[in-house]
């Protein structure tokens, strides 16, 4: 059993920068692969970035260069960079944890736990 909390959302303006960060529970934190994914309203949930156990990261091209997925396995943490914000970034960001032992996952599906999330709101 994994337990995220997401922090670090808030509203800024294009161009602007944030950095989410996803604390998670349990000892067993290493162990699974950790996703970023978002969800506009009226949208479905779509991949955003993901890190594998070993902090290989995987982007989606839409935030591909513009955003870093880092993790830090002694503080169970996963963390996303997010520069040179878009308005079209404006969404539910949600951190999620995969068990599964391929290449990281890009559909929420193939995840099994979940935060709550955090609002991102990008004006331009």
């Known amino acids: 059993q994994v337990q995220l909390a997401e922090s670090g959302g808030g509203l800024v303006q294009a161009g602007d920068s944030l950095r989410l960060s996803c604390a998670a529970s349990g000892r067993t934190f290493s162990r699974y692969i950790m996703g970023w994914f978002r969800q506009a309203p009226g949208k479905e949930r779509e991949f955003v970035a993901a890190?594998?156990?070993?902090?290989?990261?995987y982007y989606a091209d839409s935030v591909k260069a513009r955003f870093t997925i880092s993790r830090d396995n002694a503080k169970n943490s996963v963390y996303l960079e997010m520069n040179s914000l878009k308005p079209e970034d404006t969404a539910a960001y949600y951190c999620?944890?995969?068990?599964?032992?391929?290449?990281?996952?890009?559909?929420?599906?193939?995840?099994?736990?979940w935060g709550q999330g955090t609002q991102v709101a990008v004006s331009s």
């Open positions: 999620a944890a995969s068990g599964v032992l391929d290449v990281p996952p890009t559909s929420p599906g193939r995840y099994q736990y």
């Open positions: 890190i594998s156990r070993n902090s290989n990261p």
